[in-house]
């Protein structure tokens, strides 16, 4: 036979923390918790300056009428706490009177004396929570052109916590136009809906002048359409320029000091964040890079379906030079580890690829051939693969790459491997301990050499056009190279682990957008 509990009361004070009556009806629900076995008391106490908005807000959300502070209510644990509103101070005396024979005799000075001290505790539990904020600080991550697939599919692994760390809370910032301010609230509500333990929040944006506020990092992911019956190559390259004029000086502005600045997307992923550093001369060039990873990801691939094995065993594939342009995808250091071949060796044990691929005709031939669909595949996702590029670059950036292993990504050149200075360009580098460093040690032959040049010379000529100084592109060698099929017959010249993907977002691509 079951016991009839009593129900467990919990009235709940709320007031300005100097208010008098509020100290009054606290000391007397103090007394009554402590001498009654089911009372339960809660309070909350609200700074003056914040307490009208305050009471305005709780008495709208539960249709009740009260004006003044204290205001107490009752709630019932085993009812599912719909809350009944008791009222004022004075409410409060005649309810203890009726129901528990007890009441309060404070003088009007203890009451002041209370309301004193309670105005301070406040004042001092405010500053402490404060402090406790300041020590959990997220970071402030801002992605531009945020209505792209890419974005959508970025947002889950920037905060399932493999990049930044199980302990680093992050904020989102979604900046995009007025026209898709509707894709960003869809997208704002769906990441609340996943209830991320490290998303502290997530908003949209469309204002620009209050972009990048806060930034620790900078996501560029704007991609100007590639229509060449619409518009020149030059034309689109001014178009990204203009962008970058807009976004550089705010990200100065507005941005931490040691911003970090990732350029990804479809098209001028190099140009973006040369651009960047151009006209944001206080920005650190080391903290401004081009993602190239996707492009590494893509002919790994490849290079495993020839092979018949998992592609997380093929290494040190390097991509030089312009990324979303004419690039070397270059073999020569590559390496397969856990190939299933007659000779077998411990975990760290590695084979050069180009002693595996046996097939000399597949790399002269069906590898060339397969630079159209390997561009097409990155440049055409639904922005699944550049999602995960970016993701790995930022964890690579923050927790360090795999030991011994290559990784590229556009960088503001030095000179490095013969490269002229100044613009940026996708080389090999190792990540730790925050930063990155060229693995200069890298051998490179005359032919590659020869490669790299032309490769310069593309990037040198969409820096000239972006800044004006000359009104069209010239071809590396102009006075030899007239025409595109003189430049296709020097590219049969090239080495057979060269691959150079057409412009990206050519004619056919998918509508793009800044």
């Given at each position: 036979?079951?016991?009839n509990?009593?129900?467990?009361?919990?009235?709940?004070?709320?007031?300005?923390?100097?208010?008098?009556?509020?100290?009054?009806?606290?000391?007397?629900?103090?007394?009554?918790?402590?001498?009654?076995?089911?009372?339960?008391?809660?309070?909350?106490?609200?700074?003056?300056?914040?307490?009208?908005?305050?009471?305005?807000?709780?008495?709208?959300r539960?249709?009740?009428e009260?004006?003044?502070?204290?205001?107490?209510?009752?709630?019932?644990?085993?009812?599912?706490?719909?809350?009944?509103?008791?009222?004022?101070?004075?409410?409060?005396?005649?309810?203890?009177?009726?129901?528990?024979?007890?009441?309060?005799?404070?003088?009007?000075?203890?009451?002041?004396?209370?309301?004193?001290?309670?105005?301070?505790?406040?004042?001092?539990?405010?500053?402490?929570?404060?402090?406790?904020?300041?020590?959990?600080?997220?970071?402030?991550?801002?992605?531009?052109?945020?209505?792209?697939?890419?974005?959508?599919?970025l947002?889950?692994?920037?905060?399932?916590?493999?990049?930044?760390?199980?302990?680093?809370?992050?904020?989102?910032?979604l900046?995009?136009?007025?026209?898709?301010?509707?894709?960003?609230?869809?997208?704002?509500?769906?990441?609340?809906?996943?209830?991320?333990?490290?998303?502290?929040?997530?908003?949209?944006?469309?204002e620009?002048?209050?972009?990048?506020?806060?930034?620790?990092?900078?996501?560029?992911?704007?991609?100007?359409?590639?229509?060449?019956?619409?518009?020149?190559?030059?034309?689109?390259?001014?178009?990204?320029?203009?962008?970058?004029?807009?976004?550089?000086?705010?990200?100065?502005?507005?941005?931490?000091?040691?911003?970090?600045?990732?350029?990804?997307?479809?098209?001028?992923?190099?140009?973006?964040?040369?651009?960047?550093?151009?006209?944001?001369?206080?920005?650190?060039?080391?903290?401004?890079?081009?993602?190239?990873?996707?492009?590494?990801?893509?002919?790994?691939?490849?290079?495993?379906?020839k092979?018949?094995?998992?592609?997380?065993g093929?290494?040190?594939?390097?991509?030089?030079?312009?990324?979303?342009?004419?690039?070397?995808?270059?073999?020569s250091?590559?390496?397969?580890?856990?190939?299933?071949?007659?000779?077998?060796?411990?975990?760290?044990?590695?084979?050069?690829?180009?002693?595996?691929?046996?097939?000399?005709?597949?790399?002269?031939?069906?590898?060339?051939?397969?630079?159209?669909?390997?561009?097409?595949?990155?440049?055409?996702?639904?922005?699944?693969?550049?999602?995960?590029?970016?993701?790995?670059?930022?964890?690579?950036?923050?927790?360090?790459?795999?030991?011994?292993?290559?990784?590229?990504?556009?960088?503001?050149?030095?000179?490095?491997?013969?490269?002229?200075?100044?613009?940026?360009?996708?080389?090999?580098?190792?990540?730790?301990?925050?930063?990155?460093?060229?693995?200069t040690?890298?051998?490179?032959?005359?032919?590659?050499?020869?490669?790299?040049?032309?490769?310069?010379?593309?990037?040198?000529?969409?820096?000239?056009?972006?800044?004006?100084?000359?009104?069209?592109?010239?071809?590396?060698?102009?006075?030899?190279?007239?025409?595109?099929?003189?430049?296709?017959?020097?590219?049969?010249?090239?080495?057979?682990d060269?691959?150079?993907?057409?412009?990206?977002?050519?004619?056919?691509?998918?509508?793009?957008?800044?």
């Open positions: 036979m079951s016991q509990v009593p129900p467990v009361v919990l009235p709940l004070f709320a007031g300005k923390a100097d208010c008098p009556h509020y100290a009054k009806a606290e000391l007397l629900a103090d007394y009554l918790q402590a001498n009654l076995p089911d009372f339960r008391v809660h309070k909350i106490t609200q700074h003056p300056d914040k307490w009208e908005q305050w009471l305005h807000d709780i008495c709208e539960n249709g009740w009260h004006r003044r502070s204290p205001i107490i209510w009752r709630e019932l644990l085993d009812r599912g706490g719909k809350g009944l509103l008791l009222g004022g101070v004075n409410d409060f005396l005649e309810h203890a009177q009726q129901y528990y024979g007890i009441t309060s005799m404070m003088l009007s000075e203890e009451m002041l004396d209370i309301a004193e001290e309670n105005l301070q505790a406040h004042i001092e539990i405010e500053k402490e929570e404060e402090e406790i904020k300041s020590l959990i600080k997220p970071l402030q991550i801002w992605i531009t052109s945020a209505s792209a697939p890419v974005c959508y599919q947002i889950p692994l920037l905060a399932n916590g493999e990049v930044f760390g199980m302990t680093t809370e992050i904020s989102i910032h900046l995009d136009t007025d026209q898709f301010k509707e894709v960003l609230c869809g997208i704002v509500m769906e990441a609340e809906d996943m209830a991320f333990p490290l998303l502290c929040s997530i908003s949209q944006h469309s620009i002048d209050e972009a990048f506020i806060q930034a620790d990092i900078v996501i560029v992911l704007d991609d100007v359409l590639l229509n060449y019956e619409v518009q020149s190559l030059e034309d689109c390259i001014r178009e990204v320029s203009e962008i970058c004029q807009v976004y550089a000086p705010l990200i100065e502005k507005n941005a931490k000091s040691e911003v970090k600045v990732i350029s990804s997307g479809k098209t001028f992923v190099n140009l973006k964040a040369m651009m960047i550093m151009t006209y944001g001369p206080s920005i650190k060039p080391e903290n401004v890079i081009a993602v190239a990873t996707s492009w590494e990801s893509a002919a790994k691939a490849m290079l495993a379906r092979l018949n094995m998992d592609t997380a093929v290494k040190d594939v390097i991509v030089w030079g312009n990324i979303t342009g004419c690039n070397y995808i270059d073999l250091h590559a390496k397969l580890h856990g190939y299933d071949s007659a000779i077998w060796g411990p975990a760290n044990f590695s084979r050069p690829v180009l002693n595996m691929i046996y097939d000399s005709e597949w790399i002269h031939s069906e590898l060339l051939s397969a630079r159209s669909s390997l561009s097409s595949r990155v440049c055409h996702s639904v922005g699944m693969l550049a999602a995960h590029a970016v993701a790995t670059v930022l964890r690579y950036w923050h927790h360090g790459s795999p030991p011994g292993e290559i990784v590229s990504v556009g960088i503001l050149t030095e000179g490095q491997f013969c490269i002229p200075e100044g613009i940026v360009f996708s080389m090999p580098v190792r990540f730790q301990n925050g930063s990155w460093e060229v693995v040690e890298l051998e490179i032959n005359g032919t590659t050499q020869e490669v790299l040049g032309r490769l310069a010379h593309e990037l040198v000529q969409e820096k000239l056009v972006a800044l004006k100084e000359i009104e069209e592109m010239h071809p590396y060698g102009a006075d030899e190279i007239t025409s595109e099929k003189s430049l296709s017959q020097e590219m049969e010249a090239l080495p057979a060269w691959l150079q993907p057409e412009l990206s977002g050519g004619e056919n691509a998918e509508n793009s957008h800044t």
